[in-house]
């Protein structure tokens, strides 16, 4: 026996057990941390997108100016011999001058037409000044507002001069004629690019600037002063949209290389590929390429635009690598300008690269403006050059042997760089630079599929990489892919779709111009589409027809309802989700979507997803529902039959547990109050008459009426800290006082009694506080009002409504507001109260004018009818005259304030500005109220909707915005938590580890029993009196709640480490605290005794604590003050949460649905107590007031769940405990004392210890088999298992030995031997065993 006690100390078996703690530890499930809960609900901040061109241009004319003047050289010019000669590939010395200018004049344009077909050419050769202004103007009359191409060549005239000009002829050409570049710029006018090919162009880029800036100076001058003589001119064009490529700088002279053609510049912009391949042959390194000559070059088979031969393959890899040089080297808005914006321009700009590689090599540097980087040493280049070698190395037997072209590698090596990119790179990097090159890809079927994989997983990485590959272009590409009818491409092109329109939801309207939300449409209706597939199609779908009107109609057409309805049930909960999300949207506003919706029954379809297990897709069918009773179309019988049914349905969620659901709740119902206006304020006068004369029995009576801060008697109250969720937190705010509800209702002019005075008015009448608009932050109703109406509304039968069907529809949705406006989580009951003051103050606005609002006022039954009809209230006796009808009608008379006050800058439906009175005020005494002025007759219709808008506007819950930031971000990366070498997950690891130390060394002190438990170990005094005190299980952090905040110590060091308030009404109290996640990230569950549960993150550290959750867990709780409040139990193996308390169930809550999921009947007339339960074996132990302790398992029906029911303590339980081990016992102690021990298999007790009498507070150590009993009579004892007493606790240490106060609350460490204790003289203490064991 000696030898296994040893074995179970040895250090082996010690580690086995270590590690086997920690694996338990990563299986925990964690409640409460999910998206939802860590983030604000709202949508991301929208990227500005500059990737739309805004002005996309078209070059519609072109001038081809010649000045060759054949056989005759400029004198300024000295040539070599041999000398370039070569125009347009065409030797002007081979055939007669005139002849050859012609030639050369009609190549020139067959050059350009490759580029550009459709524009209008005219040929100027050898012209006059006057032949060029001519064609320059008619030119730009015809373009308007296009752009317009001038090309000079001048080979055969004087170069360009230092004052701005360039030469042609004379008629007779025996004369060069100057051409001052400021005339051709006011002929040519803007937008204009220019091309010279000439020696010294870069004179002619410097005088353009010159001019244009001067009439920049010009157009100011005339601007400023209307009588300066330039004033009375025709303005100058503005040359700032005119781009110039030149051949050379100022002071360069073209090569006359004889290899070369005479106008290289030309040459490399008009036929890129073949000055290209010819100059390829002319460098050294072309000998390692055998058999290739210059007379082999102009053999090349194939067409420029046929990308499957030779020829046309080399020119679609130029371009893809001339577009790629300029998209890595230019800024992004130059690149669009010069690369995206016109296709002739572009052209142009990528083989102006190549000219200034293939000219620099000729010491001739080509300038362009706006200027470009120089690009000719980028390494693309290197590309080019193998892509030339291998197509010229297969030149010799394509063309002798008629061998076949095999393809060249380049793009798929380009993909696999992109790839390595992908797949090696880290978050923060430059761009890839082959984005360019895989847009090109997309082109060719060969590689489509791989290239649209590779894309999706780049805008994968994130918002900034779908604005990249917007910038780069991709656009109109995988628009027109959505034309093509490959099954395989469908994934991909889903995907790359879906995280465009997460970024860019101006998109919508390209997709149902093209006629692209089609593909979508046979996507979602796919059965074989796996479900993510269907879900980013559903996705795209709900952005196509979100607020887009043209868009609901094309999806309405294309079937969108019936598809969705289909997959409502599948089981892939995010397609669930926004399939909800897309019905709501497409009958959002739009009501042949909703009437197809009906004849469809979608509303009830969606029903069954109120229950769904995942929170987010509840939300997302109460959105749907909402916007399907949303629609402000004319009402029928029909139709409202169909919203009161909705409405009911929805009203059954009002105690869902997620506050999601709820806020989306209050939206939903909003929208039929909005629809149902009149009827909603007939409801609610009933309501504010009802509070009014009606006071209810409940502690809240007793308390202090203004004051909802937590009082103390102590002398210094520490200042609570702020909490982030509580922005208007409601109820620690003294310096505005809650009861200004309903003031100045006082109708009668002459100040006699008020006809209207609910309740608790407060007695200023002064102007300023008048009756609030419901977006001030004073409400008509206040909390405390909204509190008390909503617990009359519970108590009083409510019979004395008079004209309102006791349980209508809208009695009963206004009960659901009242409700949603006590919600313990302050989003959502800021919402309700929202919505409720929004019809208050309409209603009230509304009867004022009626002197009298007596129930006779009220006889006939408010219709169902759309607000703008209005409700008649027939008149009780004394009603002034009317000027029209005898019937006042309730939504159209209000007297409106004069026709100036009504400016567009007030929000609609605003009574007060700056605290003026009322509108009963503005109008003079002697006019009669109903006589609304022959001005204002048309006006009645108007003012509902007005606020209708502001109703509606105000009330979003930004959950699809939200929800859509999922496609956003990326998908395919593993999550932090997963990554093993990511912080988050040492974090874990850190806390895991200190988790087994606890456990480890606990264990050793505990095994070796506890002799004693007396040594205080800590002492303070607490803010408040504490009533429940809980200990973390790993940290030495204790957190001790009084009435409404809870105060956080650390035990060890001796500091408090945060105080806040909970946030609970005054008349209730905090009676439970659990730690959830206590063995990683803690959260803090605090019940309070109206059945209020809410959850904290971030207590006890530097930030501000915030609420994370919180819901009614228990309805009907009456808190009173001698009940046992809410009992909970937590089970972290399950995520289940147990509570009870002053009610007649058990109720179980899944957190990790967020829902109820059992009620298990008590079967006893009084409260439960104390809850303990087991997971392992189903079991729930639960002690009650009357005494008995009942065993429940919670695996069989309501009516037989109830195993075991033990009635041996004749008096209030105050605690049942269940052991956690296999044949644990449930340990029961009354008030009286006794302890007792049941075995759950035997009716009997097993045995039976007595304690002290008179028990306030007892617990148990769930490891080493203590319990402790804190007595009115001021003292602690504390029993070993054997009913031994090992201490008496009565004085503190040290406080001059002061005698404990009574006891509050005790608790012991779930681990450790240490017992806290509260008592009622504010002090808080800790008790452990012998310090050295410690």
């Excluded at 974090?987 to 506890?1010: A, C, D, H, P, Y």
């Excluded at 946030?1063 to 005794?1089: K, Q, V, W």
Aim: charged share 20%; glycine share 6%; with cysteine.
């Amino acid at each position: 026996m000696k030898m296994d006690s040893d074995l179970l100390h040895s250090p082996a078996v010690g580690l086995a057990e270590e590690e086997e703690a920690d694996m338990n530890d990563w299986k925990l499930p964690l409640a409460f941390m999910k998206k939802r809960h860590s983030e604000k609900i709202e949508g991301s901040k929208a990227l500005a997108q500059s990737w739309r061109m805004k002005d996309r241009m078209k070059t519609v004319s072109v001038a081809l100016v010649l000045c060759l003047n054949v056989g005759v050289d400029p004198p300024d010019v000295v040539k070599t011999s041999p000398c370039a000669r070569l125009e347009c590939w065409i030797d002007p010395l081979s055939m007669s001058p005139q002849k050859a200018l012609e030639t050369i004049g009609a190549n020139l344009q067959k050059q350009y037409e490759n580029w550009q077909p459709r524009a209008r050419y005219k040929q100027s050769l050898d012209p006059t000044v006057d032949e060029v202004k001519k064609l320059c103007t008619s030119l730009r009359r015809n373009a308007k507002e296009e752009r317009v191409l001038f090309h000079y060549n001048g080979h055969g005239v004087p170069r360009p001069t230092v004052n701005g000009e360039i030469w042609v002829f004379n008629k007779n050409y025996t004369q060069y004629i100057p051409l001052s570049i400021y005339d051709l710029q006011t002929w040519m006018g803007s937008p204009s690019i220019f091309v010279y090919d000439c020696s010294n162009a870069g004179i002619i880029v410097k005088s353009f600037k010159q001019f244009a800036l001067q009439r920049e100076q010009e157009l100011e001058v005339a601007a400023i002063n209307p009588s300066h003589p330039l004033a009375q001119m025709p303005l100058p064009p503005s040359m700032k949209n005119c781009i110039q490529l030149a051949a050379c700088e100022a002071s360069e002279l073209l090569p006359m290389n004889p290899d070369l053609p005479a106008d290289l510049f030309t040459s490399c912009l008009t036929t890129p590929i073949k000055i290209a391949l010819r100059w390829f042959c002319m460098q050294k390194s072309a000998k390692l390429v055998p058999g290739v000559t210059l007379d082999l070059i102009e053999k090349i088979p194939g067409r420029l635009n046929d990308r499957r031969t030779p020829l046309g393959e080399l020119n679609w890899i130029f371009t893809a690598i001339t577009d790629t040089i300029a998209w890595n080297v230019l800024p992004r808005d130059l690149f669009q300008k010069l690369f995206r914006q016109d296709l002739l321009v572009a052209s142009l700009f990528r083989n102006f690269l190549l000219a200034e590689r293939i000219m620099r090599s000729y010491n001739c540097t080509p300038v362009s403006s706006p200027r470009l980087p120089p690009t000719y040493m980028h390494a693309m280049w290197q590309a080019w050059d193998l892509a030339v070698d291998i197509c010229l190395s297969q030149l010799p037997t394509i063309i002798e042997e008629g061998t076949a072209f095999r393809h060249s590698p380049f793009f798929a090596e380009q993909l696999t760089a992109f790839q390595v990119w992908l797949t090696m790179g880290v978050e923060n990097r430059n761009p890839p630079e082959q984005l360019p090159i895989v847009l090109q890809v997309l082109l060719s079927q060969v590689h489509r599929l791989r290239a649209l994989d590779l894309l999706g997983r780049f805008l994968d990485l994130g918002p900034w990489a779908v604005s990249l590959a917007l910038s780069v272009g991709i656009f109109p590409y995988v628009l027109k892919l959505l034309q093509s009818s490959a099954r395989e491409l469908r994934p991909l092109l889903v995907f790359i779709w879906a995280k465009i329109l997460a970024v860019d939801s101006s998109c919508q309207a390209d997709l149902v111009k093209d006629n692209g939300h089609k593909y979508f449409l046979s996507v979602l209706a796919d059965s074989y589409m796996p479900a993510e597939h269907r879900t980013m199609a559903v996705f795209i779908l709900a952005v196509i027809v979100n607020s887009y009107n043209t868009g609901q109609e094309a999806c309405l057409q294309g079937n969108l309802i019936a598809n969705c309805l289909e997959q409502l049930s599948d089981p892939h909960p995010l397609l669930r989700q926004w399939v909800a999300i897309c019905l709501g949207r497409i009958w959002q506003n739009f009501d042949p979507a909703r009437w197809c919706g009906v004849r469809d029954s979608a509303h009830e379809k969606l029903y069954t997803l109120l229950s769904d297990p995942i929170p987010e897709v509840r939300c997302a069918a109460v959105f749907a529902l909402g916007t399907f009773v949303g629609n402000s179309a004319e009402r029928t019988d029909h139709s409202t039959t169909i919203d009161h049914n909705v409405a009911m349905m929805l009203a059954q969620l009002i105690n869902d547990g997620s506050p999601v659901v709820r806020k989306e709740l209050v939206v939903a119902l909003s929208h039929l109050v909005v629809q149902y206006e009149s009827n909603f304020c007939t409801v609610a006068l009933q309501f504010i008459e009802e509070e009014k004369n009606y006071t209810v029995p409940s502690p809240a009576n007793t308390a202090e009426p203004g004051n909802l801060t937590p009082v103390r008697d102590s002398p210094a109250i520490p200042r609570l800290r702020s909490v982030n969720s509580y922005t208007n937190i409601r109820a620690a705010t003294t310096a505005r006082n809650l009861n200004k509800s309903l003031q100045n209702l006082n109708l009668n002019e002459e100040g006699g009694p008020a006809a209207f005075s609910p309740g608790n008015l407060s007695t200023s009448s002064s102007a300023s506080s008048t009756l609030g608009s419901p977006d001030n932050d004073e409400y008509i109703l206040s909390f405390e009002t909204i509190d008390k109406m909503r617990r009359v509304s519970s108590y009083s039968s409510l019979n004395s409504l008079i004209g309102v069907s006791f349980n209508s529809v809208y009695t009963q949705i206004w009960r659901v507001l009242l409700h949603l406006a006590a919600d313990p989580f302050p989003e959502v009951s800021d919402l309700a109260m929202k919505v409720l003051n929004s019809i208050a103050y309409k209603a009230t606005m509304n009867a004022r004018p009626q002197r009298i609002l007596d129930s006779g006022s009220l006889t006939q039954s408010a219709p169902a009818s759309p607000t703008s009809k209005g409700t008649h209230i027939h008149q009780a006796g004394g009603s002034p005259p009317m000027p029209s009808t005898s019937s006042s009608s309730l939504t159209n008379e209000v007297p409106k304030p004069p026709a100036r006050e009504q400016t567009s800058t007030r929000p609609p439906y605003t009574p007060t500005l700056g605290g003026q009175a009322p509108h009963s005020h503005q109008f003079p005494r002697t006019r009669k109220m109903f006589d609304k002025g022959p001005e204002q007759a048309g006006e009645d219709g108007d003012e509902p909707g007005g606020h209708r808008n502001y109703i509606s506007a105000a009330l979003q819950t930004g959950l699809c915005d939200w929800s859509a930031k999922y496609f956003a971000q990326p998908v395919m990366k593993i999550p932090e938590e997963h990554d093993l070498e990511s912080q988050v997950r040492m974090e874990r690891q850190w806390r895991f580890l200190r988790n087994t130390r606890v456990r480890r060394q606990s264990r050793g002190i505990t095994q070796r029993g506890v002799s004693r438990l007396d040594d205080q170990i800590f002492i303070n005094r607490n803010p408040g009196v504490p009533s429940v005190v809980k200990f973390h299980p790993f940290n030495t952090c204790i957190a001790v709640a009084d009435k409404d905040s809870i105060c956080f110590w650390d035990w060890e060091k001796g500091e408090r480490l945060d105080y806040f308030y909970n946030g609970n009404p005054r008349y209730t109290r905090i009676t439970a605290m659990e730690y959830l996640n206590g063995h990683d990230c803690s959260l803090l569950l605090t019940a309070t005794d109206d059945g209020a549960l809410r959850i904290w993150k971030n207590f006890a550290d530097q930030k501000n604590p915030e609420m994370v959750t919180a819901w009614q867990g228990l309805s009907d709780m009456l808190p009173t003050t001698r009940g046992a409040g809410m009992v909970v139990d937590w089970e972290q193996e399950t995520g289940l949460l147990m509570t009870s308390g002053d009610v007649r169930v058990i109720r179980i809550w899944d957190t990790d649905r967020e829902m109820k999921v059992q009620d298990i009947p008590t079967g006893a007339d009084s409260c439960v107590t104390s809850l303990s339960c087991d997971s392992q074996r189903s079991l729930i132990v639960a002690g009650l007031g009357d005494g008995s302790v009942r065993v429940f398992d919670r695996r069989m029906g309501p009516n037989e769940c109830r195993v075991m029911t033990y009635r041996e303590h004749g008096a209030w339980v105050v605690k049942a405990h269940l052991q956690k081990e296999t044949d644990g016992h449930i340990i029961s102690v009354s008030v009286n004392g006794d302890v007792r021990f049941f075995e759950p298999r035997t009716p009997d007790s097993i045995n039976v210890l007595q304690t002290v009498k008179g028990l306030t507070a007892l617990d148990i150590h769930p490891q080493a088999n203590l319990f402790a009993c804190g007595s009115m009579n001021q003292f602690i004892a504390v029993y070993n298992a054997n009913g031994d007493v090992i201490s008496n606790i009565k004085y503190y240490d040290g406080f001059m030995g002061q005698r404990i106060g009574a006891i509050s609350c005790l608790a012991f460490h779930p681990y450790w031997p240490h017992l806290a204790v509260g008592s009622n003289d504010y002090y808080m203490s800790i008790y452990s065993a012998e310090k050295r064991l410690r």
